[in-house]
């Protein structure tokens, strides 16, 4: 029976750490929004693309000292031709345009929005923060204690220990991270026997309007899929749940103008008027 609900327990820890992955409580330290053109003009370097469209060119500045991988893997397949005849297959008025799929190259719209690369990388939201130690008093830490060393622990297999299992019920049972404050972090490493450290995160950037960020299934899951985002000020629900690798520098009036297409029930633009990546120019 006890192995039973072990197993019901770890179930209900996978589906409740689902809405937490990638999601960051009040408590994490971000940049504030009025500084986010300052620390945009501090990175080192950025890299110049125009997107051609069948409605005009977009501009965009990228940052690869903020999202290298992103950045990286953008250019390469831009340059590779990637993105070419691929077409912006989801457009939402006020809220984003979205586009990088080849399965847009085909006459099959049903698969729309569901190809890449045929790979995935890791999302680059957040740099390394200071290290938590001691009390777990606040959200983050909790949600921090919770992902970095609960679930590892309880998905290890061995027969969970005694107060580590009723804090576990306890959180299943609230649905929330309360239960996991009031130890210490060592507490918690001295019963799991998992010791590495644990660090706060700082978001990186906010995704913010005319920004360009990766678009994905879920944390980790990036490919070649991206969107640009045409709310103001920008979208702090998706903040850190989407990598921001640049911004449009000119050409938001054609990005406004391919939101604004008249679409399907699937926020897929009608065939007759889709809008066209005809090709990505850089100059690094």
């Known amino acids: ?18 809405s937490l992955l990638n999601c960051q409580t009040n408590q994490t330290e971000k940049q ?72 847009t190259k085909d006459s099959d719209r049903s698969n729309d929005g569901m190809g890449g690369p045929g790979y995935k990388f890791e999302d680059e939201c957040y740099t390394q923060g200071e290290q938590i130690t001691g009390m777990v008093s606040d959200e983050e830490a909790a ?59 700082i978001l990186k950037e906010h995704v913010l309007y005319s920004y360009i960020c990766m678009a994905n299934s879920g944390p980790n899951t990036n490919g070649s899929q991206f969107f640009i985002v045409t709310h103001k000020p920008g979208t702090p629900h ?18 406004h103008r391919i939101e604004n297409l008249p679409r399907d029930i699937k926020d897929n633009p009608n065939p007759e008027n889709q809008a066209f990546i005809n090709g990505i120019s850089f100059l690094e």
Request: proline content about 6%.
């Open 1 to 18: 029976m006890t192995r039973l609900y072990t197993k019901l327990a770890i179930a209900a820890i996978l589906a409740f750490s689902l």
């Open 32 to 103: 504030e929004p009025g500084n986010q053109e300052k620390s945009m003009q501090e990175t080192p370097k950025t890299v110049k693309a125009v997107m051609a469209t069948t409605y005009g060119n977009i501009e965009l500045e990228l940052w690869p000292g903020i999202a290298p991988k992103t950045v990286e893997n953008f250019v390469k397949l831009g340059k590779e031709g990637f993105y070419d005849k691929t077409y912006f297959h989801r457009v939402i008025p006020d809220f984003m345009i979205q586009g990088g799929d080849p399965n």
């Open 143 to 201: 949600n921090l204690v919770w992902t970095k060393i609960i679930v590892p622990y309880m998905q290890s297999g061995q027969s969970p220990q005694a107060e580590i299992f009723e804090i576990v019920k306890k959180v299943q049972e609230t649905q929330s991270l309360d239960p996991v404050m009031g130890h210490t972090v060592e507490w918690y490493q001295d019963r799991t026997g998992l010791r590495d450290p644990v660090y706060r995160q």
């Open 238 to 255: 998706l903040d850190g749940k989407h990598t921001v690798f640049g911004k449009v520098v000119n050409g938001m009036d054609v990005v």
